[in-house]
């Protein structure tokens, strides 16, 4: 008869786990769910947490291809609240009432264009400047809330456009728009990290950058790409906030995006050391973050413990691919 030690057991424990820690996560929390909050099995409570988990979903796919390189980029939750802010000046000027509908594509356009600029200006300082990421992002962090409070006069810009707002309240086949948004953007990513160059590229950067250097590989190109994915998906981030809320708060769009991003990166099994790029992942551990805190909030637990959780949460994912490393 064979045994099996505490130590083999600890680490088939920690292989099970790593391995299908998302899924085990989110089926304990909606059977939690299920037995002790209030009309969570509501169809308004499933669309109220689909357009939450949307933005949460979008940002960290795009913080999943930056992870990927080995990269990290704390200023999605800046670009979500500049391209936010432009959108509504943008509509609502002289010019955008006059032509409703060429001055909804421009303000749907022009600061998913910002967007884009900013994720070059922060790749631009990763691949070519030499800057460490986070240092690197962290310009952007500080500096893209104050721009787009002073375009704002720190104002909240409050709006009625059934156009603009179908990007936030639109439904297809009866569920939220940006879900499905969400999934099309997931696919896409997906095709692209497993069917192209530029995807293989991305792995091989974050699990050997000097190697995919020396092989000829274009480390600083790709690199650039991977932040101006992740400035256009959160600059549409911001505008799908801004759609949802009929409003636009430049102090608060975004705010403490990176955590969440981050964690339901860590949680869909990005590792922070890179090399790896779960796209439907990413989604995972959104939908998790968002259930931990509509669990909290449902069950009347104050908004600042939810923070706590969500840093417990990457503590743990952290703790498991260490675990899983050594």
Known sequence: MSTTTPETRRKNALQLISGHGGVVALVTILLF?????????????????????????????????????GG??????????????????????????????????????LPMLVAIACGLFNGIMVAKLGVQPIIATLILFISGRGIAQVLTNGNLQTFTNPHFSYLGTGKILGLPFQGWLALAIATVLYLVISRTTFG???????????????SGGPVARVKIGVY?????????????VVAINSASDAARNGSLM??????????????????????????LGAVIIQLVKYTLLANGVEDEVALIAKAGII????????????
């Open 33 to 69: 769910n299920m037995a002790f909050t209030p009309n969570f099995l509501h169809l308004q409570t499933l669309f109220v947490n689909i357009s939450q988990v949307a933005t949460i979903a979008i940002v960290a796919m795009g913080m999943t291809l930056v992870i990927a390189t």
């Open 72 to 109: 990290i980029d704390l200023s999605v939750g800046a670009i979500m609240a500049l391209a936010g802010a432009l959108a509504p000046l943008i509509f609502l000027s002289e010019f955008g009432m006059a032509n409703p509908a060429l001055g909804v594509a421009l303000a749907i356009a």
């Open 200 to 214: 293989r590229y991305v792995l091989a950067i974050g699990g050997n950058e000097r190697a995919a250097r020396l």
């Open 228 to 240: 101006m994915i992740c400035g256009v998906l959160s600059g549409l981030a911001g505008l799908i």
């Open 258 to 283: 990176e955590l969440d991003a981050i964690a339901a990166a860590v949680v869909g099994g990005a590792l922070l050391q890179g090399g790896r790029a779960p796209i439907f992942g990413a989604i």
């Open 315 to 326: 503590l743990v994912a952290v703790y498991v691919q260490q675990a899983r490393k050594e």
